[in-house]
């Protein structure tokens, strides 16, 4: 497989065409590439016509990818792990593309964008690609965002799609619902308890990994492996048919990346043999087209005169009952929708 | 406390106005109770609109009882625990209403309809009022009918508001969304198992009951128990603070009320004290507003002419790959939205 082409060059500095942009990504341009994910990005309504004649026409080269979710709270080491994790993918031949959901980011002014400092070694790498997190607007917004990226970068030719969330909101079911796989990063905590994962996450995950096992940490996480498969007995099958994997892994002393790749290895055979992987990207994508529906009215609303106002006002009539919410919304909606 | 007023009359048969409905459920009119609760439930616009009306003018005299969600699995003995519980809610001086979410009745033709028949002796008390599930319609719509049913029952009167659904489909978020406590019934299973209990379900509950602990059972159960104990102190504290209590139970034997009880009381004393049940109470009405303006922007959009076809259309080109859903859906929608 050929590394990424940097010579391509790209006619227009400012505001590419849509065509332009289909054949900087279909002729591996990172800059085409960078510039078609700002335009996914963007909320103004003449870029989205764009981005959707983009999408659309990207459509038959893309979806030729594992996509693997990562979610893990703060601390876990999220981003040590996705940097051996994508560099060992890339010794195996592949492309890897990263893409980060952090719904907090538009707050506390991005924190993943840092994440790419961190992961150096993989951010250089010809052969990967890193974006950080999308920032502002609502979280459907950045959940679009962020499957039209992954569509994007599919049709570039990574065939390793990783999108990472901090495991601390709502965006682990939006990842959860835009990957074939999906893996929960855990740590083994002071006591026995394995800490701060949000709650349900875990019955999400088909692969979890107590992470940090290494030097004095590796009883510790050895304990919380065997918490965690007694747990996950309780838990009931995924529909996928897959029975959740458990392991420990050191991303600083390189152990257990190996059996990683086997568990991903037994996962995407099953999988696929089972059926599953068609069937669930079909699913994926109408529950995606009727959130796309959501999003749209939501969009259109938020961009009628005095709707923000009018908003404000009857909520604060709600929160002192004097108004019953589907009343409010009604009053609300009456000024807007044709009858 | 004084019982069910049986005697009071209903001036129309037919099409009772808002404030007749009103006077009725203020004054305690079990048929005007039910003539209200058909209204919500009823999908034709000048009905919305009527209970709208009838629903801001009983929000005053509602929100003074506890709503108490409860599920699980069918087979866990849900009808036979509720009958016990309700019953004995009542020795205590209370007044009972039982409300059910069934998305699946639409389908199955209303599979707790026939619980109504099975809960024969708290269906017969004069302090007690049972509600089957709202048949049709679709799941936001079921919602909100069982939402507005709550402060129906409320402003009649009723201090303990039953919620409860069935452990296999999505209204189990939606029960823990519009209730104070959240009750799951278990059945420990053949094995060591717990059998069938939907994904992240568990992590909602505040408690957690093994029921049907009678007979031979019994051991089972307390095993059951243990294993429950050992999984949720892997989960992440609720946002209520309150670590989830694990118990057993036997409705036929009636052991273990008691203790659930106390239970109860201890959680609404640590719920009130610590200002989260006023909390989570406004939270729950923030996000009524917003699942309100997503229904009833769909509502609007399904009445729309040639929707759905339109709809099945794009459905088909996304499948098959040749349309990305947010480009789909911008072709619908520019059929019906004013620029």
Chains 1, 2 share one sequence.
Not at 174 to 203: C, N, P, W, Y
Not at 280 to 308: I, P, T, V
Request: proline share 4%.
């Amino acid at each position: 497989m050929s590394s990424i082409n940097p010579n391509f060059h790209f006619r227009k500095a400012s505001e590419p065409s849509v065509s332009e942009l289909m054949d900087g990504v279909l002729n591996q341009n990172l800059t085409a590439l960078s510039k078609a994910i700002t335009l996914v990005e963007s909320g103004l309504p003449h870029h989205r016509r764009m981005a959707n004649e983009l999408i659309d026409g990207l459509l038959p080269h893309a979806g030729k990818s594992h996509r693997i979710g990562i979610t893990g709270v703060p601390g876990v080491g999220k981003s040590t792990f996705i940097e051996s994790f994508g560099l060992q993918l890339i010794e195996r031949g592949h492309r890897v593309a990263v893409l980060a959901i952090d719904p907090t980011s538009s707050i506390s002014h991005g924190s993943i964008l840092g994440d790419k400092t961190r992961m150096n070694e993989l951010a250089a790498h010809p052969n990967a690609f890193i974006r950080p997190t999308p920032s502002g607007g609502n979280l459907g917004g950045v959940h679009r965002k962020t499957r039209e990226s992954i569509l994007l970068c599919e049709a570039f030719g990574f065939d390793r799609i990783i999108v990472e969330t901090v495991g601390v909101g709502q965006s682990e079911t939006a990842v959860h619902h835009m990957t074939d796989v999906f893996l929960l990063l855990l740590l083994s905590g002071a006591g026995d308890e394995l800490q701060g994962i949000k709650r349900g996450i875990m019955e999400m995950a088909d692969l979890l990994v107590i992470h940090k096992a290494d030097g004095e940490n590796r009883v510790k996480a050895e304990r919380a492996m065997a918490e965690v498969k007694s747990a996950i007995r309780l838990f009931p099958t995924p529909p996928s048919g897959w029975l959740p994997e458990v392991q420990t892994l050191s991303s600083i002393e390189k152990i257990g990346f190996d059996s990683l790749f086997q568990k991903l290895d037994r996962f995407f055979n099953h999988s696929m043999n089972k059926g599953f992987f068609d069937f669930n990207r079909k699913e994926q994508s109408l529950a995606w087209m009727k959130d796309a529906l959501g999003d749209s009215l939501f969009f259109w609303l938020e961009n009628q005169s005095d709707f923000h106002e009018k908003w404000k006002l009857q909520e604060e009539k709600v929160l002192l009952q004097q108004k019953s919410p589907f009343s409010a919304v009604s009053e609300i909606l009456q000024n807007y929708l044709p009858q």
